[in-house]
């Protein structure tokens, strides 16, 4: 349900590795956005992008980056730069003029 | 920026009860406040959103309410279920876009039948 597609659900990353986390829609929606979730807290925004071919960082973006080659997808890079990734990543979208209310079912990162 | 703070961070009530999360917001332009409920391990979900024109907002057993004077608003959940249990998250931005939000820390809202 949602129309927002990420995976995997699990990941695990060993140290000094870069792995990318996927999101697909199929809303139509121009904006997409990831979220950072870390336990006892509300979600920190990382990257978002309000159209093709444009992306903006948000309030933690050091250590990640991202793509929006097609309004489908935006997918996440946690780099090696990134001291801390262990956590849960929500990929979202939004159609204009309204609220964030789709979202993905997550990916829970986890560094081995 | 915008600072939301949310309370309590736990809250445990007997099946029927009613249930009231408070956030404070420090930014007076924001003018938009959802709420979203997270299960556990799964994604959140928009429950009921305000705007600053209007004061309060029903939804069934939800309703939020929004003191602009004051900067804070409130979830309330009536006649509570044991499914109403998850974490609950406020939000306040300057717009409903989702760069916009700051979110509160949640609630973790437990229905003991």
């Not at chain 1, 992008?49 to 933690?60: L, P, R």
């Not at chain 1, 929006?68 to 997918?75: C, I, M, W, Y």
């Not at chain 2, 279920?81 to 820390?105: I, K």
Request: charged letters at 20%; hydrophobic letters at 30%.
């Amino acid at each position: 349900d949602g129309g927002i597609t990420q995976s995997p659900k699990y990941l695990f990353r060993k140290e000094g590795q870069n792995v990318t986390l996927s999101c697909e829609q199929n809303l139509n929606h121009d904006a997409m956005y990831w979220y950072r979730q870390d336990p006892g807290q509300g979600l920190r925004l990382i990257y978002y992008s309000q159209i093709v071919n444009d992306f903006q960082k948000g309030d933690i973006a050091e250590g990640y980056s991202v793509s929006r080659e097609k309004k489908e997808s935006f997918p996440l890079t946690v780099t090696s730069a990134q001291k801390n990734p262990t956590a849960f990543y929500l990929c979202a979208s939004s159609p204009p003029g309204r609220g964030l209310a789709f979202f993905g079912q997550g990916t829970r990162l986890t560094v081995v | 920026g915008e600072n939301v703070e949310q309370h309590p961070s736990t809250l445990s009530v007997q099946e029927g009860d009613s249930a009231v999360i408070k956030c404070t917001y420090s930014d007076s332009a924001s003018n938009y406040f959802p709420w979203y409920k997270q299960e556990l391990g799964k994604r959140p979900q928009l429950i009921i959103d305000i705007r600053s024109n209007v004061g309060e907002k029903k939804d069934q057993r939800i309703a939020v309410t929004l003191n602009k004077t004051a900067k804070h608003f409130s979830l309330h959940i009536t006649e509570t279920q044991p499914e109403d249990s998850a974490v609950y998250f406020c939000a306040a931005s300057r717009g409903n876009a989702g760069n916009m939000l700051t979110f509160g820390g949640g609630t973790r809202l437990m229905v003991k039948p």
